[in-house]
Structure formats: C-alpha cells, structure tokens
C-alpha cells in the first residue's frame, strides 16, 4: 500500500491545498500553526474515519458549508492506484466517492460510509471488521506528546487499550452473546422432545396391531393354501378323468394296428415261401434260428416284464408315503379338535371374569394417577434437597474463599506499608545514575585535564626561570641606570605578578584535577545495583498490591453470591418440610395397588383369550370339514396297496425265468451274427424271416399289450367324473370366504400404516432431537472456544509483535548487542548486556525507540501495513535526542512509506522528500 497524494479543500485551515507522496521517508515541515498535522487528520479522516476529537463543524474551514479531501493511493490487494475522497456538508451525512482513474470510472455503491470502510479495510491491506479508527488512534497516528504515554499506564488501563487493536474483545463478547443462543437451542430441544414423547404415546398398540395383522395374514394365507390344494386335487381329477378316457381311445388304436400288422404278416409269409428254395446253405444257421428264437423273445418279454414290476413297486411305495401322510395329518386334526372343543367351552367362563373385574380396572387407574403425581412430586422434592446439598456444599467453599482473600488482603495491606519506600528508591537510583554519569564524564574529562596540566606545568617551570633571569637583570639595570630604577622596579613587579598569577591557576588546575579523580565510582555502582535490587523487590510488591481492588471485588462478589445463596438454601427447607407426606402418601398408594392386584393385565389376558376363542368355532368347523375329506382318501389307498402286496415275488419269478432263457438268449444272438455271412439269397431270405420275425414279435407284444390291459369300467369313468365335480364346488366355497379375511387384513394394514407413519415422524423428530442436541454441543463446544481464543491469541499476537519489535528495536538502534520483549500485561523490557530493565527505567530516547519499534510491530503483524505517521516526535528532546531519534526513524529499512510532522529541521537531512507547508490567512 502506499499513499502517492492528498488534496484538502476547506479543510480547517487550508482552503485549496495540494500535498504529493514519494516512497521513503516523506518530512512535512512547517512553522507552528501552519497545519501541518492537519494534513496527517485528513488522511487519517478519510482513510481512517478517525476525526481526531473534532465535532463536523470544526473540520470544516471557518465560514464554509462543505469540505472534502482526495487520497490518491496504492491498494495493498490488486496494486492498482485509487483516488479515496470523503465529502462532508453541513446538513446531509458525509459520503464518499471512489475513482478508478485507469478505468475512468467511479466505483458503484460505495458512497455509504459503512460500505466505503469495509473496501478501505481490505484495500488498505487490514482484516475484515478492524476498527480502523481506533488503530490509527492508538498505533498508525499517535497525537503529539503521547507517543510513549500508553506503555507508562498500568496494565489494566494497557490492556484497555490493546486489547481491542489485537481483537480480543470480540472473542469475549462472542462468548457472552451466544448465552442467548444456547438458551434458545435448549428451548427446542425441550420442545422436541416433548412431541417425540407424545408420538411414542401414539405408536405404543403398533406391535399389538402388527400381531393382530400378522394372525390374520396367517389365516388367510392358510385358506389360501387350502384353496391352493383343493385347485390341485380339482386339477389332479380331471387329468385323471382326460386319462380314462385318452386310455379307451388309446385301446381302440391297438385293435386297428393289430390288424394292420395281420395283414402284413401274410404278405411277409407268402415272400418267404417264395424264397425258401434258396435257404439250403444256411439250414444250420437258420435251424439254430428257429430254434433260440423263442428262448430269445422270453428272455425279452421277461425283461420288459421286470421294469414294469419295478415301476409298480415305485408306485406302491409312494403310496404307502401319501397314507402315513394322510394318517398323520388326520391325527394331527383329531387332536387339535380337542383342544378348539376345549376352548370353546371356557369363553362363558372369561366373560363372567372380564365383567367381575372392570370395577377394579378404574380404582386400579385412579391409584395410578395418584401415584404419578406423587412420584413427580417426589422427584421435584428430591431434586430441591440436591440443590440444597449444593447449595450448602458452595456456601461453605465460600466461606473458606473469603477466609483465604481476607488472609491475602491482610497481607496486602501489609505489603502496601513497605511501597511507600517506592518513590524513595526511584529518587536515590536516579541520584546514583546522575553521579555515577557524572563520574564517568569527569573520568574522560580528567583523562583531557591531566595532559594540559602536565603541558601548564612544564610551561610555568619554563617561565620561572624566565622570570628569575630577567629579575637578574633588571637589578644589573638599576644599579646600571639610576634614572630608570622606578620604571625597571614597576617592571620587576609585573613579572613577580604574572609569576604568582601563574602559580595560582597552576594550584586551581591541580585542585580542579584533584577533585575529578575524588569520585569513588566503583562504591557508586554498588549502591545503584543495591537500590536497583530493592527497586526490582518493591515493584515485585507493587504487582501484588495491585491485586488489591480485584480481591476486594472478588470478595464483594463473594458476600453477594453467599446472601443469595443463603436466602435461596432457606426457602428450599421451607419447601422440603412436605416430603415426608409425600413419601407416606406414596407407600400408602404402593400398598393399595399392591392389594388390588394387576387388573388391567389380566383383563387383556382375559379380552385377547375371548378374541381369540371367537376364531375356535370357526377353525373347528374348519377341522371337521378336514377330517371328513381326507377320511375318504385313506381306504381306497390302502385298498390299493394291499392288491400289490405280492409284487415281490413275481418279480423273483421273472428274474429266475429271464435266467432260463439267458442261454437262448446267447445262442439266437451268436446264430445271428453267423447267418450275416450267407449268401446274398440267404441273406435276401434272412432279411425276409427277419422282417417276419419282427413283425410277429410286434404283433406278439401288441397282443401281450392289449390282454395285459384291463378292460375299460364304465363306473371307474363315473366316479372320476364325481370327484371332479366335487372338488370344483369346495374351491368355489373357499374362493367366495377370501374377501372377509382380506377387508379385516386391508382395515389392519390401513392402521398400521397411520402407526407407521406416527413413527416415522417420530424416527424425524428423534433424528431432528439428536441435530438439535448436536448443535447445542456445538454451541456450547464454540462459546468455549470463544472464551479460550482470547488468551490464546494475545499471546501468539504478542509473541509475533515481541519478535517484530526486537528487530526493529536493534534497527532502530543500530545496535545488535540489545533486545526488546513485549510482555502479555503490554509491558516493555529492554535488554542489555544481559540485563532486563523495565520500560520506566530508561532514557527518553530509548523510551521513544522502544515504543515506536512496537507500534511498528503492531502495524506489520496485525496489519501487514508498510505505513507510518510520526507527529512531532520530537517534542521535548534536547538536540542531541532529536538527532538520535531522526538516525533511528532513518534506519528503518521495512516500511514502505514514512510520514514526519516536525516544525524544526532534524528530519531534514534523512530524505529529498520534503513537503513544505506554509501558513495560510483565513
């Protein structure tokens, strides 16, 4: 950032003036009045918004109605150059006008002050929100005269001036403020969980409904699988009943393809016939033919014969399975029977029960409510006695704290009789610092003394012996001139004269030399290091002293906090002489409902039996009708079981017949495989007598087919016909008693749903509870942090500044061999050759250097600013200080831009930039 100009214009006393800017060291010089700390009010007034302690009317030059001033600058954010200029009139508020001179535009919406603050903030390279007035007040301008007056106060009245600049304050008023946040997020979470204990009132039957749902569902899926059942016996019937009559067509079929085949085989005989004269080469073979071939059809007869004994035997056992199934399901049905039956009898007997004890139900919920407002009214006695135990427990903690501040005041006080020595030792230290000063320079200057005296005692030696010559011969003259003895006599007492007078201030010189090597300044240096011994102890004193007014407060707070404390303990005991009613009232009300039993639960008991029981006469109806329909399966099963009992034996039967006929079974296959080898005409009539061969073994297998099978009954086709009927009319019932069972669920899945969207609105509010107390531990997690930062950050602030300001002080300086430490009370301590001095104990130029290294300090950290104003700096500083002071502010090498108001010429020789101001006549 940097300030390249200011134009005022009725400015207090300038009426049209113009001021330019260089980078460096910018002196403003003038006489006194001619306005030359008006130029800094003026930046700091549009810059700042700091109106030095001037009401409107004073800024503005005597006579006229506006004033306005121009600040051409730098920004420290995008390093494009501005010109800043605040307007102020006599009847409207002030305004300002930014200029982008680049552009060629004004900026919008930046006319209100407050708005035009918030951009000066940023644009001049300063937090957000830093009160800029009160910066530049207290670190970037400080007033003529004051410039090391603020580190002189007490740390209390330190702290209320750099506490703000650092930005503490906000911190602490952050934490006190946000008490109304945290008071108002616990209201909510109050509210919401007084709806999240309604909505559990409301969803509490839900599981009670969901049981009720869950025994309906079950019903009706039981129905259901019933109907499911009979439609597959009802399908199983008329596949049965399509079977019957696809067998009687199967049947008619056989009959036309045996004779079809009849047919064929008297064509086949009559080829064969022809053909027999050429069989003489394969008699043998075709012997060995005729005669295996009927072993070899047996043994294949014998073996479909097997396989079809083995699927009967399947059968048999699946049926002997679908009888012990239909045994134990009829068993099952018997004995669940018996106890619907048993039921059904004891529901006169619980309706006699509910209605003997609904009287006990009301008198149990009147004891109830009793109760619930007498255990309410016992938890709020017994959280009265906790706060009366608390309370006992603070009021003696309090009286043990006064004890001990009491103690520590008495001692106090004591300490505060020994700091009356304080201004003493101050007096006696800058005595022995005087002297001892004094002491060093009468060491240097006895140093200078002692040679000239040696060079005045050598030359009087020298002139005595002048002297005493020329007496000599001024006798030899007035013994030689009688005429001038007068006048040679006159001369003769000149020189004894002059002799003399030499002498004298040769005696002068000696005692003047005698007194500089008189002081004794090593027992000088062990006085002031004993006083400043004891000064360091006093102000160790002072310290504690000060502590005074907060431990009296700290007490007065105390004494408050024990009367308040007392009267509050008093009424509790007032208010807990009810207890013991309370507690007898509630033993009372325990033991009455302890005698009355629980009759809500049994009534519920007794209601949930009653309902249930209305479901037996249904369900036993429903086992009945079971029993009857299945009854009827079981005989005809087992009926057909017991025909296939000897289904064992004739399959040993076939197995030791197929065995007999295994050899011509294995002599027909080797006969054929030699007849392969015949002639073509053997083979031709092979082929022959086999097609013939094949073909009455069809027709044979046709024939075994057909008397195999029984002959088609007319009444089996009835019955299956009877069964199908049947079946199709029970699951029309079932289907035409489903929409009963399915209004009752849809009513039930209709209530449930409402429950279930009070608990879903519960589960919100629950969830929204648990935000809610989230965001109150935040609150209170950030008031925490609020009230822990401000300490925290003064001592980084501090820290950073301290090592800030000990550069800049050996800057200021130029010398390495000292330091600067900047305390968290904003005390300065200085030190040299190892050792620490407190800010009052040093010189008025190390002051004022010390002071300005950690205002600078505050601006390069705080603010990152390379700017700063020194006004008269100065003021009452001798030549020599005021050179020293310049050197120093000369010396500065991290500053970007430097402002020096001074009426005299010290800053003169620093820089070339020099801005002259002269008086103007009003």
Same mark, same amino acid.
């Given at each position: 950032?940097?300030?390249?100009?200011?134009?005022?214009?009725?400015?207090?006393?300038?009426a049209?003036?113009?001021?330019?800017?260089?980078?460096?060291?910018?002196?403003?010089?003038?006489?006194?009045?001619?306005?030359?700390?008006?130029?800094?009010?003026?930046?700091?007034?549009?810059?700042?918004?700091?109106?030095?302690?001037?009401?409107?009317?004073?800024? /503005?030059?005597?006579?006229?109605?506006?004033?306005?001033?121009?600040?051409?600058?730098?920004?420290?954010r995008?390093? #494009?150059y501005?010109?800043?200029?605040?307007?102020?009139?006599?009847?409207?508020?002030?305004?300002?006008?930014?200029?982008?001179?680049?552009? =060629?535009?004004?900026?919008?919406?930046?006319?209100?002050?407050?708005?035009?603050?918030?951009? *000066?903030?940023?644009?001049?390279?300063?937090?957000? =929100?830093?009160?800029?007035? /009160?910066?530049?007040a207290?670190?970037?301008?400080? $007033?003529? =005269?004051?410039?090391?007056?603020?580190?002189?106060?007490?740390?209390?009245?330190?702290?209320?001036?750099?506490?703000p600049?650092?930005?503490?304050?906000?911190?602490?008023?952050?934490?006190?403020?946000?008490?109304?946040?945290?008071?108002?997020?616990?209201? &909510?979470?109050?509210?919401?969980?007084?709806?999240?204990?309604?909505?559990?009132?409301?969803?509490?039957?839900?599981?009670?409904?969901?049981?009720?749902?869950q025994?309906?569902?079950?019903?009706l899926? +039981?129905?259901?699988? *019933?109907?499911?059942?009979?439609?597959q016996?009802?399908?199983?019937?008329?596949?049965?009943?399509?079977?019957?009559?696809?067998?009687?067509?199967?049947?008619?079929?056989?009959?036309?393809?045996?004779?079809?085949?009849?047919?064929q085989?008297?064509?086949?005989?009559?080829?064969?016939?022809?053909?027999?004269?050429?069989?003489?080469?394969?008699?043998?073979?075709?012997?060995?033919?005729?005669?295996?071939?009927?072993?070899?059809?047996?043994y294949?007869?014998?073996?479909?014969?097997?396989?079809?004994?083995?699927?009967? @035997?399947?059968? #048999?056992?699946?049926?002997?399975?679908?009888?012990?199934?239909?045994?134990?399901?009829?068993?099952?049905?018997?004995?669940?029977?018996?106890?619907?039956?048993?039921?059904?009898? @004891?529901?006169?007997?619980?309706?006699?029960?509910?209605?003997?004890?609904?009287?006990?139900?009301?008198?149990?919920e009147?004891?109830?409510?009793?109760?619930?407002?007498?255990?309410?009214?016992?938890?709020?006695?017994?959280?009265?006695?906790?706060?009366?135990?608390?309370?006992?427990q603070r009021?003696?903690?309090?009286?043990?704290?006064?004890?001990?501040?009491? +103690?520590?005041?008495?001692?106090?006080?004591?300490?505060?009789?020994?700091?009356?020595?304080?201004?003493?030792?101050?007096?006696?230290?800058?005595?022995?610092?005087?002297?001892?000063?004094?002491?060093?320079?009468?060491?240097?200057?006895a140093?200078?003394?002692?040679?000239?005296?040696?060079?005045?005692?050598?030359?009087?030696?020298?002139?005595?012996?002048?002297?005493?010559?020329?007496?000599?011969?001024?006798?030899?003259l007035?013994?030689?001139?009688?005429?001038?003895?007068?006048?040679l006599?006159?001369v003769?007492?000149?020189?004894?004269?002059?002799?003399?007078?030499?002498?004298?201030?040769?005696?002068?010189?000696?005692?003047?030399?005698?007194?500089?090597?008189?002081?004794?300044?090593?027992?000088?240096?062990?006085?002031?290091?004993?006083q400043?011994?004891?000064?360091?102890?006093? #102000?160790?004193?002072e310290?504690?002293?000060?502590?005074?007014?907060?431990?009296?407060?700290?007490?007065?707070?105390?004494?408050?906090?024990?009367?308040?404390?007392?009267?509050? /303990?008093?009424?509790?005991?007032?208010?807990?002489?009810?207890?013991?009613?309370?507690i007898?009232?509630?033993?009372?009300?325990?033991?009455?409902?302890?005698?009355?039993?629980d009759?809500?639960?049994?009534?519920?008991?007794?209601?949930?039996?009653l309902?249930?029981?209305?479901?037996?006469?249904?369900?036993?109806?429903?086992?009945?009708?079971?029993?009857?329909?299945?009854?009827?399966?079981?005989?005809?099963?087992?009926?057909?079981?017991?025909?296939?009992?000897?289904?064992?034996?004739?399959?040993?039967?076939?197995?030791?017949?197929?065995?007999?006929?295994?050899?011509?079974?294995? /002599?027909?296959?080797?006969?054929?495989?030699?007849?392969?080898?015949?002639?073509?005409?053997?083979?031709?009539?092979?082929?022959?007598?086999?097609?013939?061969?094949q073909?009455?073994?069809?027709?044979?297998?046709?024939?075994?087919?057909?008397?195999?099978?029984?002959?088609?009954?007319?009444?089996?086709?009835?019955a299956?016909?009877?069964?199908?009927?049947?079946?199709?009319?029970?699951?029309?019932?079932?289907?035409?008693?489903?929409?009963?069972?399915?209004?009752?669920?849809?009513?039930?899945?209709?209530?449930?749903? #409402?429950?279930?969207?009070?608990?879903?609105?519960?589960?919100?509010?629950?969830?929204?509870?648990?935000?809610?107390?989230?965001?109150?531990?935040?609150?209170?997690?950030?008031?925490?942090?609020?009230?822990?930062?401000? $300490?925290? !950050?003064?001592?980084?602030?501090?820290?950073?500044?301290?090592?800030?300001?000990?550069?800049?002080?050996?800057?200021?300086?130029?010398?390495p061999?000292?330091?600067?430490?900047?305390?968290e009370?904003?005390?300065?301590?200085?030190?040299?050759?190892?050792?620490?001095?407190?800010?009052?104990?040093?010189?008025?130029?190390?002051?004022?250097?010390?002071?300005?290294?950690?205002?600078?300090?505050?601006?390069r950290?705080?603010?990152?600013?390379?700017?700063?104003?020194?006004?008269?700096?100065?003021?009452n500083?001798? *030549? &020599?200080?005021?050179?020293?002071?310049?050197?120093?502010?000369?010396?500065?090498?991290?500053?970007?831009?430097?402002?020096?108001?001074?009426?005299?010429?010290?800053?003169?020789? !620093?820089?070339?930039?020099?801005?002259?101001?002269?008086?103007?006549?009003?």
């Amino acid at each position: 950032m940097e300030i390249r100009s200011v134009s005022l214009r009725n400015f207090k006393t300038h009426a049209e003036a113009a001021f330019e800017f260089r980078l460096g060291v910018n002196a403003i010089c003038g006489e006194n009045g001619a306005g030359k700390t008006s130029i800094l009010e003026a930046i700091a007034w549009t810059l700042f918004d700091f109106d030095s302690g001037y009401r409107k009317e004073e800024l /503005r030059r005597q006579g006229e109605s506006n004033t306005s001033v121009t600040v051409g600058l730098v920004s420290a954010r995008d390093g #494009r150059y501005y010109e800043v200029q605040r307007r102020s009139f006599k009847n409207r508020p002030d305004s300002y006008q930014i200029y982008d001179p680049e552009l =060629g535009l004004k900026l919008d919406n930046l006319e209100n002050v407050s708005a035009a603050r918030l951009w *000066l903030c940023d644009h001049l390279g300063f937090r957000a =929100g830093m009160d800029l007035s /009160r910066l530049f007040a207290e670190v970037i301008g400080i $007033p003529q =005269g004051t410039f090391t007056a603020d580190f002189l106060k007490t740390p209390s009245d330190r702290r209320r001036i750099f506490d703000p600049i650092l930005g503490l304050e906000s911190y602490r008023d952050a934490h006190r403020q946000s008490i109304d946040l945290q008071r108002y997020a616990e209201g &909510q979470q109050q509210a919401i969980a007084q709806q999240v204990a309604i909505l559990s009132a409301e969803v509490a039957d839900l599981p009670t409904l969901e049981q009720q749902l869950q025994e309906i569902s079950q019903s009706l899926e +039981q129905q259901r699988s *019933l109907l499911r059942q009979r439609q597959q016996a009802r399908q199983q019937a008329l596949t049965h009943l399509q079977q019957i009559k696809q067998q009687a067509q199967q049947q008619q079929q056989r009959q036309q393809q045996r004779q079809q085949l009849e047919v064929q085989r008297q064509a086949l005989e009559q080829q064969q016939q022809a053909q027999a004269r050429s069989r003489d080469e394969a008699i043998a073979a075709q012997q060995i033919l005729g005669a295996s071939r009927e072993g070899w059809q047996r043994y294949q007869s014998l073996t479909e014969q097997i396989q079809a004994l083995n699927g009967q @035997l399947r059968q #048999r056992e699946q049926g002997r399975r679908q009888l012990s199934q239909w045994q134990q399901q009829l068993n099952q049905l018997r004995e669940t029977a018996a106890g619907l039956e048993q039921q059904v009898a @004891l529901q006169a007997d619980w309706q006699r029960q509910i209605e003997q004890r609904q009287p006990d139900l009301q008198q149990q919920e009147q004891l109830e409510a009793a109760l619930r407002q007498q255990q309410q009214q016992q938890q709020a006695l017994s959280q009265l006695e906790q706060r009366r135990h608390w309370l006992q427990q603070r009021l003696k903690a309090i009286a043990t704290e006064q004890q001990s501040l009491q +103690q520590r005041l008495s001692e106090l006080q004591g300490l505060a009789v020994q700091l009356a020595e304080l201004p003493r030792c101050q007096a006696e230290i800058e005595q022995l610092q005087a002297r001892l000063a004094r002491a060093d320079t009468l060491g240097n200057l006895a140093q200078d003394r002692r040679t000239q005296l040696e060079t005045f005692t050598a030359a009087i030696a020298q002139h005595q012996q002048a002297v005493t010559a020329a007496q000599a011969q001024l006798q030899d003259l007035q013994t030689a001139l009688p005429l001038y003895q007068t006048h040679l006599a006159q001369v003769g007492e000149t020189l004894e004269q002059g002799l003399q007078l030499l002498a004298s201030q040769l005696d002068d010189q000696q005692a003047f030399f005698a007194q500089l090597g008189g002081g004794d300044r090593i027992a000088l240096s062990q006085q002031l290091q004993q006083q400043q011994q004891t000064l360091a102890q006093l #102000r160790a004193l002072e310290k504690q002293v000060e502590q005074q007014t907060l431990l009296e407060q700290q007490l007065q707070k105390l004494q408050t906090e024990q009367q308040s404390l007392e009267q509050e /303990r008093r009424q509790l005991s007032t208010e807990l002489q009810a207890a013991p009613a309370v507690i007898t009232a509630i033993a009372q009300t325990e033991s009455e409902l302890q005698a009355l039993g629980d009759p809500r639960r049994e009534l519920q008991l007794l209601r949930s039996q009653l309902q249930a029981s209305a479901k037996v006469v249904s369900e036993l109806q429903q086992n009945q009708a079971q029993q009857a329909q299945l009854q009827p399966q079981i005989q005809p099963l087992r009926d057909r079981l017991e025909a296939l009992a000897e289904l064992e034996e004739q399959l040993n039967q076939a197995e030791q017949a197929r065995q007999q006929a295994a050899e011509d079974y294995r /002599r027909y296959l080797q006969a054929e495989s030699i007849s392969q080898q015949l002639p073509e005409r053997e083979a031709q009539l092979q082929q022959t007598s086999e097609q013939l061969a094949q073909l009455q073994a069809q027709w044979q297998l046709l024939q075994e087919a057909i008397a195999a099978e029984p002959a088609l009954d007319l009444a089996i086709l009835s019955a299956a016909e009877q069964t199908w009927q049947a079946l199709e009319g029970e699951c029309q019932r079932l289907t035409g008693a489903l929409p009963g069972l399915e209004q009752e669920q849809q009513r039930l899945q209709t209530e449930i749903g #409402r429950r279930q969207a009070a608990a879903q609105t519960l589960a919100e509010q629950q969830q929204q509870l648990e935000q809610h107390q989230a965001i109150g531990q935040f609150i209170e997690t950030a008031r925490r942090i609020y009230n822990q930062s401000g $300490p925290r !950050l003064s001592r980084y602030f501090i820290g950073e500044i301290s090592r800030e300001g000990d550069r800049l002080y050996r800057e200021l300086l130029a010398r390495p061999g000292v330091a600067l430490d900047w305390t968290e009370d904003y005390e300065i301590r200085v030190q040299e050759s190892g050792r620490w001095r407190s800010f009052k104990t040093l010189s008025g130029g190390e002051q004022m250097c010390a002071a300005l290294a950690v205002r600078l300090a505050l601006l390069r950290v705080i603010g990152q600013c390379p700017i700063a104003f020194f006004d008269e700096p100065t003021t009452n500083m001798d *030549l &020599q200080r005021r050179r020293q002071l310049a050197d120093a502010i000369g010396n500065l090498q991290s500053f970007r831009q430097l402002f020096v108001i001074s009426h005299d010429d010290t800053f003169e020789h !620093l820089t070339e930039n020099i801005v002259r101001v002269e008086r103007q006549l009003v």
